[in-house]
Structures are given as C-alpha cells and as structure tokens.
C-alpha cells in the first residue's frame, strides 16, 4: 500500500490535525465557508486546531484517512491558509478557503489559467464553440479550469486534454465522490496527471442533506473564480450557476468574457447586466487573447 503523501511538514503546523480540526468542524456545526473563516475571526484563531481538541481532531483525521482510503484514494495534497504553499490568489474571494484538498499536479496552480464554464445542456454549437476556444487557449499556453461537470465543463476538459494541454478541476463533491458517474474516468485522469481540487469535507458529507452539499457548487465557484485569471462564458441559461462565477470574478477583479452568441438570445437578460458591471462581449478568441494580454490580475 503507498503512503498518503503530504505537501507541507513543518515545526507550526501539523497538516494531520488541521485536517481532523478542519472535518470536526464541519462535522460540529459548521454550516458554510462564511461561517467558518467568521468563527476564526470572533475567536481570534488562524487555524482550525485553535478551536478543536487535540484528541478531537486525530479521531477526525484518522477517519478522513480511512474514508479516502476505502474509496481508492492513497495519495492527495492539502493546502493551509498561512503556510508558504497556500495560493494568493484565493485572497481576492470574500471568504478564503481555510483548508483544501488536492490531487495531481500543483505545479498547474502557478500556470496562466482561465475558466472555461457553461450550462450542463449545451446545444450543438455550444459543444463546437467550447472546442474551437479551448483548442486556441491551450494553443496559446493557457491552463483550462472548470468544473467537471456534465456539458461545457466536461468538454472544456477533455479538448484540453486532447490537445496536449493541462486543466483544472475545482470540484463541488469531496475527493472520494465520483461526480457526475459519467465523467469518473475523466476525474480520474485529471487526478493523475493534471490538477484536481476540492473544498469539500470529506467525513461528515455524507450524513448532509441534499440540499446542503447542493450549496458547494456555487462555492467552488467562487474558488475557481478567483484561482483563474479570467472566466469565459460560452453558453448560460437565465439561471444557470454560471452567473455565480461570473459576478464573483467581477468582484475579486478577474476578467468575464461573454460570448456574443449570448447576447443574440432574446430569452437572456444576464450578458448585458452583467456587461453593465464590467464583463467583456467578445466575438472570438482573439478578442479574449487581446483582452488576457491587457493585464494580468
């Protein structure tokens, strides 16, 4: 059996309880990612171990490992917020992420990345618009994000793939879950050999109602938002999660391009609000190459 491997040992943090500090919580009362970076502040903590009992947290951790363990998975990474690994950029969200989980290739974390994301139910041309954009970023150097869901994130990922290229998955399932079932090869090859990560705790997922674990889609969206240079919209419905990325990148100072096909919908009143706050309407990759070129944020 291969040992789990850790990104991060050293003399102030121990991984292994801030991991079983980070479940306890949530499994105790923690109820969204406001609430816990709220209780760290009303408490005048930094890490998740300042509010939970040593003894507490190596039971929590204990239990990840078997979890993770029994679901196939031997080796996976974690991220603090407070040590030299932690992303900078995840400061820009309202609520940074305390602690997260990785597998693969965190190297891809630095590269140039940007959100390639739409509904779960594209239609024809969204499929060959999706494909024709992400063969030009990857083309152009760039690390494709989404969110390994079903439609435009599904084939955002595999046409980085097919090209050659690298791609992020920002997850809203823990580690363990395969999520859609359909795309559990795909998870499984970005895992490997790209970079797969997830906020989501692992322990007390399980015993959480539907509607609860609903909510950290819109959360990882607002990670992958602000981990991303920029997010591209090719294709959204009125209500489609989506916008939740759109307008929290708007937020933290990344980029929004909408695809001008987006505009020509007559049912869709989202591209010109979300014009009106400072997206850019784009015709085609050039015009989101020249837009990425002006400035990184």
Known sequence: MHAINYSLENDVINPSIEI????????????????????LKNSNSELPSHLVDKALATQFYERTIQKLQNNGILHFG????????YPQKLYDADYPLVLFYYQGNWDLAFTRGVSVVGTRHPSYEGIQRTRRLVKSLVE????????????????????????????????????????????????????????????????????????FTRLFFPERNKTMAALSEATIIVEAGQTSGTLIQAKAALKQGRKVFILN???????LSWPQKLEADGAIRVYDVDDILQGLASGNN
């Not at 980070?22 to 970076?37: D, M, P, T, V």
């Not at 974690?78 to 690994?85: A, E, F, H, K, L």
């Open 20 to 39: 079983g500090a980070f479940e306890a919580l949530w499994a105790n009362g923690i109820s969204s990612f406001k609430q816990f970076r709220e209780k």
């Open 78 to 85: 974690v991220r603090i917020d407070g040590t030299m690994d």
């Open 140 to 211: 152009a150097g760039f690390t494709i994000y989404a969110g390994l869901a079903a439609g435009i994130d599904t084939v955002a990922h595999s046409t980085a793939i097919e090209m050659k290229g690298k791609t992020i998955a920002v997850i809203g399932t823990p580690l363990w879950l395969r999520y859609p079932k359909e795309n559990a090869k795909l998870q499984e090859e970005i895992s490997r050999h790209h970079l797969l990560i997830s906020q989501v705790p692992i322990v007390s997922y399980e015993s959480k109602s539907i509607p």
């Open 261 to 267: 096909n987006n505009f020509e919908n007559p049912a």
